[in-house]
């Protein structure tokens, strides 16, 4: 039972103290209870709380996808508001299946990368890995070409199967977590052959949707993952970290091109998504915020820190036998534990490694026989310094 929360500490009722060390599904940047972003909430409480968002606007909305243009590739034009992670990508989705029928082409194939992890809905579990967690649903869900992981000894035989999909010439579009999947385990693979990959497909005329809902606002050390990439991506999606974790909302993000598809006096043509809180003025006010912490000189600060505190934790750990592998990405530490057992989601190990964690007042949820830390920007030294003194611990344990 969390009774408050502040800072990069949870407060639990019995009077623990507990480092988020995951900022709560990778959503909080700046720390809990940040007294900008609970004042912006509490202001725009009082002025305006909803509106419809068909037909009416208002200024928190518009000015935070003038925040956001402002900082996401070049080639991003418009936003399109809905509530969460899952729903910017099937607004993504949907987004670029009806920019083809709005034109009577007959492309209705995804691409996707195995091991993905796109949300909770049936179109975002689509184009996610089929697994224990979509078994009940398989049946429900459309045919998606995944192409396996690239690692970079099969990246050839990757861009091959991923070349065939694409010359069938029914591909819609080509979804991707850029330069690193979350949920399958932090696994990091190149930006240039992304890139490459990006690069056939657009050549093709196949939309590319860069899902950035974990990686957005700084995680990989860049704003945004797509930084990495020279070909940038003609969809993006976004959600966790864009309120600074404090409200549920989401947002996807697209080129000129991709809108000039629905411009057009036939009503059908419209993009008729709709969701009752869209561009909630509360959420936006959060938004706007967490952006402005976000632009600040010590923020940035803070992610090169923790970016640099990672590097000499994953230095210093590097090659031992109890670790299978150990890395990181701007703000994001992952650690892969040699197991006898099951090394999936269900591993047998997260059942000591979730609890040997908490005892000592640390929140790190594994994903199986993996750990990582994605902490708030806010952290300092000496708290990161206390979570990797307890990984050490394990490590010697073990």
Known sequence: MVSKAEGVYLHTADGKKIIDAVSSWWVNLHGHSHPKIAQAIANQANTLEHVIFAGFTHQPAIELAENLLSILPSNQEKIFYSDNGSTSVEVALKMAFQFWYNQGVN???????????????????????????????????????????????????????????????????????????????????????????ISYAQSKN?????????????????????????????????????????????????????????????????FLHGHSFTANPIACAASNASFNLLMQSECQSNIQRISDQHKSFVKKHSGKSIIRDIRSLGTIMA????????????????????????????????????????????ITNEELNKIYLAIEEFLNLE
């Not at 091991?115 to 809905?121: I, L, R």
């Not at 970290?241 to 697209?254: D, F, H, K, P, V």
């Open 206 to 270: 196949v939309i590319c949707i860069a899902d950035e809902v974990m990686t957005g606002f700084g995680r990989t050390g860049k704003l945004f993952a797509s930084d990495f990439l020279k070909n940038k991506p003609d969809i993006i999606c976004l959600s966790k970290g864009i309120t600074g974790g404090a409200m549920a909302l989401g947002a996807t993000s697209c080129t000129k091109d991709i809108v000039s598809a629905y411009e057009s006096p036939e009503l059908i043509k419209t």
């Open 107 to 197: 492309k209705n194939k995804v691409i996707a990368i195995d091991g993905a992890y796109h949300g909770d809905t049936f179109g975002s579990m689509s184009v996610g890995e089929r697994s224990d967690f979509t078994k009940p649903f398989n049946q429900y869900l459309f045919d998606v070409d995944f192409i396996d992981f690239p690692h970079p000894e099969l990246e050839d035989d990757v861009f091959t199967q991923f070349k065939k999909y694409i010359d069938s010439g029914e591909v819609a579009s080509f979804i991707f977590e850029p330069i690193i999947q979350g949920a399958s385990g932090m696994r990091i693979y190149s930006a240039a052959f992304l890139d490459k990959l």
């Open 335 to 378: 650690l892969e534990f040699e197991t006898d057992h099951d090394s999936s989601y269900f591993s047998e190990m997260r059942n000591k490694l979730y609890p040997f964690f908490i005892e000592r007042n640390i929140l790190l949820r594994p994903l199986g026989n993996l750990i990582y830390v994605i902490p708030p920007y806010i």
